[in-house]
């Protein structure tokens, strides 16, 4: 099966009241982790490459390893441009093969967001390319992006911006964030404002960014085994159902892909200090990443058996 766009994936989850996940990929362990709980739960999928990630690993390797998957793999698949920061990096991904891009302007006034996300959209709409857009700012680094606050989006100006850009959906700031540490105290999102936005813009895709679960079991384990990830607190699982329910279609995922590895690939570390065979560590880290992700699908997500 070919590449695919989220448009039919996106009218299933919106109609049902699920959510397809976006998982951040930056190797071949996650990919393949991230496929094979896919395969296991017949979820379409969504695996998304930040500016980091193509540095890391390189366009090209990036798109031979969807590719290899894609061989493998009976399954509708979205490669999606994660956060890109300008017009050149969305041309230059939809050139290379990717079925959906992120232009993300949040950090721009409000008219040059839209000028900026107007320009990919005509690019990308041109050659079938589908166009994530967000409004409002999540607190956090998001690559060369930073913000110190939250500026939650306001529902008038999603209901213009979305007018005025023909963005296919559209990121929305309502208290998620970046990272391992999303809340100091008690977790809360503001489902009213989730709410109104999609009163507003009834059949909308929306799409939740900062949405790891910060899963406590992956915490303790990279703790106990050497690791310091403090007060490290993510979305409830519970609040990423509601969401699902509420008109959010794509959830994004990568904090939990890291916490998992990295926890597992400790306690391996410690238990087997005379081992110096990667494939003895990541593989474990890979079946990790498979298990995290078959459960969110599974348990959180609502996206198994949807193909
Ligand atoms: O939005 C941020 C994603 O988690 C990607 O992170 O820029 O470190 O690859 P990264
Ligand atoms: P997390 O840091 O919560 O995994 O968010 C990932 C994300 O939004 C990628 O764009
Ligand atoms: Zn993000």
């Known amino acids: 099966m070919p590449l695919t766009s989220p448009k039919e994936m996106f009218e299933g989850a919106y109609h049902n009241g699920y959510a397809i996940g976006a998982f951040n990929v930056n190797n071949m362990e996650i990919v393949q982790g991230i496929i094979q709980a896919g395969e296991a739960e017949q979820s379409p999928l969504i695996l998304q490459v930040s500016a980091g990630a193509r540095k890391y690993a390189g ?42 891009v992120m232009i993300d302007g949040s950090h721009l006034p409000f008219e ?30 998001e690559d060369e992006v930073s913000s110190e606050e939250n500026v939650y989006t306001d529902p008038d100006e999603a209901v213009e911006f979305v007018e005025r850009t023909g963005c296919d959906s559209l990121a929305i700031a309502i208290g998620t964030s970046h990272g391992a540490y999303k809340f100091k105290g008690k977790p809360q999102l503001d489902f009213e404002r989730l709410e109104k936005i999609t ?3 009834p059949g909308y895709p929306l799409v939740l960014h900062g949405a790891s679960s910060v899963l406590p079991e992956f915490v303790k384990m990279a703790n106990q085994y050497g690791g310091n990830v403090a007060d490290a607190r993510g979305v409830p699982e519970d609040f990423l159902r509601k969401a699902a329910r509420s008109g959010v279609c794509k959830i994004n995922i990568d904090t939990d892909i890291r916490l998992a590895m990295t926890a597992v690939i400790r306690k391996f570390f ?7 065979d990667p ?29």
């Open 59 to 100: 366009q090209r390797y990036i798109i031979k390893l969807m590719e290899a998957a894609l061989e493998e793999a009976d399954l509708p698949i979205v490669l999606h441009l994660d956060h890109g920061q300008n017009f050149e990096i969305c041309k230059e991904v939809i050139n290379g093969g990717f079925t959906s």
């Open 112 to 141: 040059e967001n839209i000028a900026l996300t107007r320009q990919v959209v005509d690019y990308a709409h041109g050659r079938g390319v589908w166009v994530e857009a967000e409004l409002g700012r999540l607190a956090g680094v």
């Open 199 to 201: 009163s507003m813009l």
């Open 270 to 276: 410690r238990e087997h200090p005379e081992e110096f």
């Open 279 to 307: 494939r003895k560590y990541l593989g474990p880290a890979r079946q990790a990443v498979k298990e995290m992700v078959q459960h969110k699908i599974r348990n959180v997500l609502g996206s198994s058996n949807k193909i």
